[in-house]
């Protein structure tokens, strides 16, 4: 590597801006605030305490400022206006960092050394790793569970050729969120490294490059690009197995400017918001009122873009590192680590909601102006997610166990209908369809209750809706016209015209199948909008990412994919969601996979002719029952039991969605009511979430639901 390019990638200040006065001023006498939760307007207004008095600094667009009380937890960042509909605190300069406030009782040591004297002994796990740089890979440093800073040997390691440059195997990704293993890249291989036993693993990989290797969000899965093919990525297990493919794209940053950039891992809380390093285009507002461009700032709060921008100064003759501050993780649902690199580098804490900052880490035993460094972190919530209302014991043994997956009996009709209510949920416990057509308004552009719906219910039928009603957040009710949906495909293959993939998870826009084209309907503005598809098949198309329609595969095992201009970011296509199940090969998928938190997924199947499985205390065998079935980490399935004349589906069971990373639900549809039920899942553990009249289902056509963890 070149020293220029050492400099690009690592030491690249912010240049050219020198007039920071006023926020370094602000900053000076700013002390901790935290606002009361009181209904007030949105505000826009930057305000300091100096002992117990508030000062309006400065104020964009004429909001009053927030209602505040004193707190001694960190300084406050300065609020100044917002960018792209985010609200923008400016934070402090590397040398007021010093000043801040200690946050202790992180999983990371106040002072992380990068000249460690001892190896990284076997038998326990990392909760960070860094390696060092000058003109090739430097020495590899692993903070140990008990905070102290090892080095670990990796001689085996060669720089990594990206772009007729040399990067270092170690990335911001590397490190598994369990901590207990690393990847490397290396050039047609990644190298995987087991902290519990000390031993390598080299896994060839499909194509040469790798330097975007990383892990899964649960760490269970090594995720490898492929190199240009857009969001396709290739993926193993630690040992090197094969596991198939996914689309590893998340966009997670404010779009405003052309020049707008993310960069580092986006990381999330238990509740799916995300944080991420950002690079603003701007202009940004400073709290003079004073207008900056390429601006270093930290995003978090939101799933799909940052509610909230912690914007760094701009500091002549030194300061920050470009891309400075990639993040680091969830310390729990209101706070964030971040990483803030420069001479002086340190890891720091964010509270977006308050505007709070703390310091947590300083990193020493390298020499800046001639080493640069990289970091991976694992998680550091240390949260164990308990379901909704259920109880934290122990799941306890599983019914029945087939092909070595454990299999759970479901309540049959009458204990579901006995199930305790859910106590909150996203959903209404009753929903009556046909009522709601009755007094939904209509969403058309100039007339939009929401941007974004939980569910979507064709009326009065999947096949030939008239209508689509949609609930939105707060359980507001719209419907939409599809009247202008024809009749799609042959007589001899028909297919449902609002299908069960129609809403996008995140819940902002619709999609229906036509002939040679598809209707993409934005909910934000009511806009419909034509994607021409040629010949390819468009019935029942699938949102991938909320950004990605995959249509089915015709005559091969791969299906093309669209981009919501019209252009396919892949050649080839990419296969359909087809996971491995429990039953035999002939029993069919009834409707769609849906993805939860991690890499956990849920799929419901037909489970005939033939799935034996051990009835519920009797020691006899019931030879096709439908199931749910989840992949992750471990494999497991809920069985549905059937009695004689309390048969549940004509076409199967449905999975509906995840409230958590260990609550998915499901429908159960009968001749005496349609329900959904959720399921804590390894457990006995069920409650009613909602009763639905008016909108009967296929087992590919029907209600559609987003995310219902959002």
């Known amino acids: 590597m070149t020293d220029q390019r050492l400099r690009e990638l690592f030491d690249e200040r912010v240049a050219d801006v020198t007039d920071v006065d006023l926020v370094d001023a602000a900053w000076q006498r700013a002390h901790a605030v935290r606002r009361r939760r009181a209904v007030v307007a949105v505000v826009a207004a930057v305000v300091a305490i100096v002992g117990t008095t508030a000062v309006v600094v400065g104020t964009n667009d004429g909001e009053p400022p927030p209602v505040t009380t004193p707190s001694t937890d960190g300084l406050k960042a300065v609020r100044s206006g917002t960018y792209s509909h985010a609200r923008v605190w400016w934070g402090p300069t590397t040398e007021?960092?010093?000043?801040?406030?200690?946050?202790?009782?992180?999983?990371?040591?106040?002072?992380?050394?990068?000249?460690?004297?001892?190896?990284?002994?076997?038998?326990?796990?990392?909760?960070?790793i860094f390696q060092l740089w000058r003109e090739t890979p430097g020495e590899v440093v692993v903070v140990g569970a008990d905070g102290t800073s090892y080095s670990l040997d990796v001689s085996r390691l060669a720089p990594v050729p990206v772009d007729g440059q040399e990067d270092p195997p170690l990335s911001a990704s590397s490190l598994a969120s369990d901590g207990r293993r690393a990847v490397f890249a290396q050039e047609?291989?990644?190298?995987?490294?087991?902290?519990?036993?000390?031993?390598?693993?080299s896994i060839p990989t499909e194509h040469a490059e790798t330097s975007g290797v990383h892990w899964s969000e649960d760490g269970s899965l090594i995720v490898v690009p492929r190199p240009?093919?857009?969001?396709?990525?290739?993926?193993?297990?630690?040992?090197?197995?094969?596991r198939g493919h996914t689309l590893d794209e998340d966009d997670y940053f404010s779009l405003r400017a052309a020049d707008d950039t993310g960069h580092?891992?986006?990381v999330r809380n238990v509740q799916g918001d995300g944080a991420r390093g950002l690079g603003m285009g701007g202009p940004v507002s400073a709290p003079d009122g004073s207008e900056y461009r390429r601006v270093e700032a930290f995003g978090a709060g939101g799933r799909d873009w940052p509610e909230d921008l912690l914007a760094f100064?701009?500091?002549?003759?030194g300061g920050r590192w470009k891309q400075c501050c990639p993040a680091v993780g969830w310390l729990d649902a209101d706070t964030v680590l971040l990483q803030s690199r420069h001479e002086d580098a340190r890891i720091l804490a964010w509270r977006p909601r308050t505007g709070e900052v703390l310091r947590v880490s300083d990193i020493r035993g390298w020499q800046p102006g001639e080493e640069s460094y990289v970091a991976s972190f694992a998680a550091i919530d240390g949260s164990v997610g308990t379901g909704p209302g259920g109880s934290e014991e122990p799941a306890g043994a599983a019914d029945a166990e087939v092909q070595g997956v454990p299999v759970w009996w479901s309540p049959d009709v009458a204990g579901e209908a006995a199930l305790p209510w859910l106590e909150q949920s996203v959903l209404s416990r009753e929903i009556d369809v046909e009522a709601a057509v009755e007094v939904a308004p209509v969403l058309e552009p100039g007339s939009v209750p929401f941007d974004r719906a939980v569910a979507a219910f064709p009326y009065p039928d999947p096949q030939r809706p008239e209508w689509v009603v949609l609930i939105g957040p707060d359980l507001a009710l719209a419907k939409l016209d599809v009247g202008r949906l024809e009749e799609q495909g042959d007589a001899?293959?028909?297919?449902d015209l609002a299908t069960r993939n129609m809403l996008s998870s995140n819940g902002r826009r619709l999609v229906f199948g036509q002939d040679g084209f598809l209707w993409v309907v934005t909910l934000a503005t009511g806009e419909w909008r034509r994607i021409d598809t040629g010949d390819d098949v468009t019935g029942y198309p699938a949102w991938v990412e909320n950004r990605y329609l995959l249509l089915p595969p015709a005559g091969s095992d791969t299906g093309p994919l669209y981009t919501l201009d019209g252009r396919s970011p892949a050649e080839g296509g990419i296969a359909p969601d087809r996971a491995f199940h429990v039953g035999p090969s002939s029993a069919s998928q009834s409707g769609p996979v849906k993805p939860g938190p991690g890499l956990r997924e849920a799929h419901a199947w037909d489970g005939r002719p033939s799935l034996p499985v051990p009835t519920e205390g009797s020691g006899r065998y019931l030879s096709d029952p439908p199931y749910l079935e989840v992949v992750g980490q471990e494999d497991l399935a809920l069985a549905f039991v059937e009695r004689v004349g309390q048969e549940r589906w004509i076409y199967g069971p449905v999975a509906v969605g995840w409230l958590d990373e260990e609550t998915v639900v499901y429908e159960s549809e009968t001749e005496a009511g349609h329900l959904l039920v959720a399921w804590r899942i390894g457990t006995r553990e069920f409650w009613k979430v909602a009763e639905i009249d008016?909108?009967?289902?296929t087992f590919l056509g029907g209600p559609s639901f987003a995310d219902l963890h959002r």
């Open 96 to 128: 007021q960092e010093a000043e801040l406030p200690a946050l202790t009782g992180t999983a990371l040591p106040p002072e992380i050394d990068l000249s460690p004297d001892a190896s990284m002994p076997t038998g326990s796990k990392a909760i960070a």
């Open 188 to 201: 047609g291989s990644v190298e995987v490294y087991d902290f519990v036993t000390g031993r390598w693993t």
């Open 228 to 242: 240009g093919t857009g969001p396709i990525a290739d993926l193993y297990s630690p040992t090197g197995d094969r």
């Open 264 to 266: 580092g891992p986006v």
């Open 313 to 317: 100064p701009p500091e002549s003759g």
């Open 492 to 495: 001899g293959a028909s297919y």
């Open 694 to 697: 008016g909108s009967p289902g």
